[in-house]
Structure formats: structure tokens, C-alpha cells
């Protein structure tokens, strides 16, 4: 058993603290509002992010930084990517040398470019890091559906000891040492996700969307082995595998998003429908930027880029895509 902290009382850091509490480790869940930890102690439930799913007796929640962290072996950051910077500074004077911190955000920090294990890493230097990624809706773990992710880590022996301490019959995590291919999969495919949903808007079919796929994962593994990922990473579950879900299911904010947008929704407009973290949009700005700067051909990106931030229409940048000069697969 160990003593687990997960920063973040949102869906996914949510289902994880669950799932783990009832597989036997101590597991407390820090959140920035008082009110939240008052609900969650009271009713047992985190309405707003994760209703329907009873919180686990002995889950124990608290908004103090300094005895959330204190003692604990494993430490899970799920805070958006745009917030991550913020609190692993936040959080920094905390941490202690032998602590193993698990990222569990899927984006890039548009400001700076930067993979979000390169931001904790400069904030939190004494701490080992960690990035958990797969297909994985935060809904279906904490209904202990069979759920398979990756730990990843540069330090193989870090990510076999979460991958040991994680793993149970409904959840099954597979290690990874290249971790700019994990986070470059785990980024991009909101983008893809994004592309997905506005073709569903839009009313388009199932060749549609395996196209933006296939054609998507392809602009994914061109950028991320560009930046020194590994080929073989993007065919796994932290590429095509999250590709997959993440594209094809309701539970994925990024999909909705794109629906929205797909019928014709402004981006305000369709973030205040979802009303959650769409972390596509964040990291469209910065695949974007990352793609000029490193001369990668990156298609759907631009098109999505486009839409959300040039007022591009979402038909004319599927004709566009569409009426690009022939080329060889």
C-alpha cells in the first residue's frame, strides 16, 4: 500500500483517486476550493465532474498544499495543462527528493512550447516525472471498466514501481520509456479529436473520420518524431489507441467540441456549451507554432487552426483539405 496524492479534484484525477482507494492504497485528493472538498466529504460524490460515482469510504480530501503532499510516495498532477506550470510552482517547496510525481494532463504549454514533463521538471527539479497516458475516459475507469494506459518514464525502474503499484484486474498499464513520443501522442490527439467531432457536425460519415484518423496520425508521428519521439510509439496506445477513443466516444470533450463547431458554433459559444477544460484548442495553437518552426506538414492542424483562430469556415477548410495537390501515401 502506499500513500497516493492526487493534485486536482476534476474527472480523471477523481476516477484514478477512486480506483486506487479501493485497491488498497491511502489516497487523499487535494482541490483548490473549499467548497468542493466540503461536497465531496459530505455527499461522497463529485457532482459537478464525476455524478453517479460514490466516493469510497476512507478517501480523504483537504485544500492545504503543505499536508497534502506531505509523506506521500506517489503524487498524481491532473490539472489542465494551461494550469500546470502554475501548480507545480505552487506546490514546489512541498516536494521532497524521493517523491515520484504522475502527470496525468494531455497538452503542450503554448507559451513556451514545451512538453508539460519539461514544465514540472523545471519547477519541481527534486522529484521524479512521470506521464500516464492511453485511451482512458476518466467515466469508465471509476466504473471499473477494463482500462489499459502506459506509465512513462526515463528511469524505467520509476515507471515499473507505478506500473506494480497501479495495475489491478481492471486496469492494466504497460511501461514506456520515450516520453516525448507518450506526451506528443497524448497532446496531439485533441487536435485530431477536435477534426473528428466538427466532421460529425457537419454531418459527414464514417470515411470521413477514418480519414481524419489515419491522415491525423500520420501528421502526429511526422511532428512527434521530429522532436525525438520514437515511430513505434504512435502506433501504441498512447497514439492510435488514445487516436481511437478519443475520436470516437461522447465522453471526449474535444469531440463535442468539434461537433459544435462542425455546426457551425463560435469558439466561445462552444466552450461555454461544454462548460469543461478542451484542452484541443490550447494545444492546436501550440502544434501549430511547433509545426512552422520545425518545417513538419501538418494539414488538419492548420485547418483546425484556421477555424478556431482565423475565422475560417469549417466546409471551406474541409474543401481545402480535400482539393490539395495528389501525393504519394
Known sequence: MKKVTVIGSGSWGTALAVMLQKHGHDVVIWSRRQDAVDEMQRD??????LPGIT?????????DREQAVKDAEIIILSVPSKAVRQTAMDFA???????????VAK?????SLKRLSQVIQECIPQCEVCILSGPSHAEEVARDIPTTCLIA?????????????FMNPRFRLYT????IGVEMGAALKNVMALAAGASDGLGFGDNTKAAIMTRGIAEM????????????????????????VTCTSMYSRNRRAGILLG??????????????VVEGVNTVQAAYKLAQEHHVEMPITNAIYEVLFQGKNTKQAVLDLMSRDGKAE
Open 107 to 111: 497538452g503542450l504549454e503554448e507559451s
Open 153 to 165: 518514464s526515463e528511469n524505467e525502474e520509476t515507471a515499473k514501481m507505478v506500473q506494480g503499484e
Open 93 to 103: 517547496p512541498y516536494f521532497t527528493k524521493n517523491q515520484v510525481l504522475v502527470n
Open 221 to 244: 508521428r511526422r511532428l512527434g518524431v521530429e522532436m525525438g519521439g520514437k515511430t513505434e510509439t504512435f502506433a501504441g496506445l498512447s497514439g492510435i489507441g488514445d487516436l481511437i
Open 263 to 276: 455546426q457551425g458554433k463560435s469558439l466561445a459559444e462552444t466552450l461555454d456549451e461544454v462548460k469543461m
Open 44 to 49: 461522497r460524490e463529485n457532482k459537478k465532474y
Open 55 to 63: 466516493l469510497p469510504e476512507g478517501l480523504k480530501f483537504t485544500t
Open 176 to 179: 514506456n520509456t520515450d516520453v
